[in-house]
């Protein structure tokens, strides 16, 4: 009988986020990055999915991990490139060696801030994207990729159960 494999997320936290609490708290709220990772392996206990956090503030670092990802097989990542997002063709290119989904996350609505951060070089890639809900888009971006990965999809109310 062959023995079935761990489902494996990895979650990627680009540069600054490791000061996730301190750093500028009317933006990112006071939410560290260590209560965030715990509350997210805590999430994959639950649906039985082993979660991976990593943290760095250089690009060739989060390029190797990805790439090491890659080499060790995975079933879905999700990255907060932060300031990488708008820069980073290095971390592009290793992301599409990934051939799992893909959630890239964003604190702030990336959308509604500088100019500059409009543009995300992930997001043509990615699977999806999730902007602007805080930390706790996190959470969801965790339900979502779990809930690709075992292929289930949202299930609506039957239009029989809607009110008229």
């Known amino acids: ?37 715990n509350g997210l392996k805590r999430q994959g206990e639950k649906a039985g999915i082993l979660v991976e956090t990593f943290q760095s503030n250089y690009e060739g670092a989060i390029v190797e991990k990805i790439q090491h990802t890659f080499l060790s097989g995975i079933n879905g990542i999700i990255i907060n490139p932060a300031a990488f997002t708008h820069t980073s063709i290095a971390i592009r290119d290793a992301l599409l060696l990934i051939g799992a ?7 702030t609505n990336i959308y509604k801030r500088e ?3 409009h543009k995300s070089l992930v997001a043509d890639i990615a699977t999806a ?25 949202v299930r609506y109310p039957q239009k029989s159960a809607l009110p008229e």
């Open 1 to 37: 009988m062959a023995e079935t494999q761990e489902q494996k997320i990895l979650i990627i936290h680009g540069p600054n986020l490791n000061m996730l609490g301190k750093r500028e708290p009317q933006i990112y709220g006071s939410t560290t990055l260590e209560e965030i990772n």
């Open 101 to 107: 989904p893909i959630i890239e996350i964003h604190i």
């Open 115 to 117: 100019l500059f951060r």
């Open 129 to 153: 994207q999730i902007s602007g809900f805080g930390v706790v888009g996190y959470a969801l971006a965790l339900d979502g990729l779990i809930g690709l990965i075992n292929r289930s999809t």
